[in-house]
């Protein structure tokens, strides 16, 4: 079974950027997709986009281009995600997710991440 | 202001059979599959129903899914006190080329 480990919580300023990580163990993690969803504090999920770590490709939400990152390195099975000009409302806690695509119908997420939260501070 | 609409909250007392709906638009669950998730308190989510109404392995089947037209329902029957937690519908949106959520449906359990 395929478990997903985060990186620990990180307090950042506005203005920049934070890294998160997702290590997979236990499963295949090449021909899946890997996604990134956030959760502002008290709100619901916000899909940010995923990779195909086989594949390299990624897809992203509108809302995002420009402004994350998503990469994977297959040789330590761990995916990565950078969301960079960090504002107030960025403050949220960061989810993984395996997903068995990153575009159309059968995009899902399971399992997730234990979750990783930033706190954007001025 | 969320692409998928629930309802804020729900309740139900033990042993009650009680529903959440989940609506969309053609763009999304019109033309996409619906997918469930719970989040207990304090923890990640978890995949509760994939594909308008297949349940994981471990899911009970007191969890039960639905969709007809623009519209799913998440049915819960046998409420339990652990069953407790707020309840996520999402789909693909063709128009946004995106993965929507509703806003989340808080279950309480009286």
């Known amino acids: 079974q395929v478990q997903l480990v985060q990186s620990g919580a990180e307090v950042k300023k506005s203005g920049s950027s934070v890294k998160v990580s997702c290590k997979a163990s236990g499963g295949t993690f090449r021909n899946v997709g890997i996604s990134w969803v956030r959760q502002a504090p008290g709100q619901g999920l916000e899909w940010m986009g995923g990779i195909i770590p086989m594949l390299g490709t990624t897809n992203y939400a509108q809302k995002f281009q420009g402004r994350v990152t998503i990469t994977a390195d297959e040789s330590t099975t761990t995916a990565y995600m950078e969301l960079s000009s960090l504002g107030s409302e960025d403050t949220a806690i960061y989810y993984c997710?395996?997903?068995?695509?990153?575009?159309?119908?059968?995009?899902?997420?399971?399992?997730w991440g234990q979750g990783t939260l930033v706190t954007v501070s001025s | 202001q969320s692409v998928l609409t629930q309802p804020p909250s729900a309740s139900g007392t033990p042993g009650q059979r009680v529903t959440i709906s989940c609506s969309g638009s053609s763009s999304n669950i019109g033309d996409n599959f619906v997918y469930w998730y719970q989040q207990l308190p304090g923890t990640a989510p978890k995949l509760l129903i994939y594909?308008?109404?297949q349940r994981p392995s471990g899911v009970p089947d007191r969890f039960s899914g639905s969709k007809s037209g623009t519209s799913a329902s998440l049915a819960i029957s046998g409420l339990r006190s652990e069953d407790e937690a707020d309840y996520y519908c999402?789909?693909?949106?063709?128009?946004?080329?995106?993965?929507?959520f509703g806003g989340g449906t808080k279950l309480t359990v009286l």
């Open positions: 999402a789909s693909w949106d063709d128009s946004l080329s995106g993965q929507v």
């Open positions: 594909k308008n109404y």
């Open positions: 997710a395996r997903s068995p695509s990153i575009v159309g119908a059968t995009v899902y997420f399971d399992p």
